[in-house]
T-cell receptor
Framework: KQEVTQIPAALSVPEGENLVLNCSFT??????LQWFRQDPGKGLTSLLL?????REQTSGRLNASLDKSSGRSTLYIAASQPGDSATYLC???????????FGTGTRLAVRP | GAVVSQHPSRVICKSGTSVKIECRSL??????MFWYRQFPKQSLMLMAT?????????EQGVEKDKFLINHASLTLSTLTVTSAHPEDSSFYIC???????????FGPGTRLTVL
């Protein structure tokens, strides 16, 4: 059974700092990995999706990397802003099937 | 991009009543929809997979008679929480799979509070 863990569970940083969020998964037979953002009481906003054949994806200040063999992904946020404060979730889709397994989440607070 | 809506966004009901939540894919056809539950400060847990025109597949530990799922068309799936109790209070999120882009899109969620 796939297990997805995110470290740290919570993170507080001052504005402007670069930061890295980590996601690890136990079964490397994945189709893709996706990073989401969730604001309090809201649904999910997809940030980046990395196919299993890819190493990284970039969107603006966000960069996600994938090392499938070691079961790890990182989300790098450059020059963090208070508006980045949210919970960040990673989710993996298996190579067979389409059920997503979500990580435990990282609650990020960016202080002005 | 593709849009998935949920209705209602928030519902408060008395214990023992049934609540129906709708999930719609607005600009694409979804042969598969997924229902998740999220408790406060926890991650999303998959409850069931809804397939258009067939019975839903429930995850282990989810009572199919309590959480009724109907996927009558390619754009609509409904989740009915029957005889709701306070422990069913949660945030329910659906996602819809676009069969042409092979991508899941998430709804905005429904906050259920059972008094």
């Amino acid at each position: 059974k796939q297990e997805v863990t995110q470290i740290p569970a919570a993170l507080s940083v001052p504005e402007g700092e670069n930061l890295v969020l980590n996601c690890s998964f136990t079964d490397s037979a994945i189709y893709n990995l996706q990073w989401f953002r969730q604001d309090p009481g809201k649904g999910l906003t997809s940030l980046l999706l990395i196919q299993s054949s890819q190493r990284e994806q970039t969107s603006g200040r966000l960069n996600a990397s994938l090392d499938k063999s070691s079961g790890r992904s990182t989300l790098y946020i450059a020059a963090s802003q208070p508006g980045d404060s949210a919970t960040y979730l990673c989710a993996v889709r298996p190579s067979s099937g389409d059920k997503l397994t979500f990580g435990t989440g990282t609650r990020l607070a960016v202080r002005p | 991009g593709a849009v998935v809506s949920q209705h209602p966004s928030r519902v408060i009901c008395k214990s023992g009543t049934s609540v129906k939540i709708e999930c719609r894919s607005l600009d694409f056809q979804a042969t598969t929809m997924f229902w998740y539950r999220q408790f406060p400060k926890q991650s999303l847990m998959l409850m069931a997979t809804s397939n258009e025109g067939s019975k839903a597949t429930y995850e282990q530990g989810v009572e199919k008679d309590k959480f009724l799922i109907n996927h009558a068309s390619l754009t609509l799936s409904t989740l009915t929480v029957t005889s709701a109790h306070p422990e069913d209070s949660s945030f329910y999120i659906c996602s819809a799979g676009d069969r042409f882009t092979d991508t899941q899109y998430f709804g905005p969620g429904t906050r259920l509070t059972v008094l």
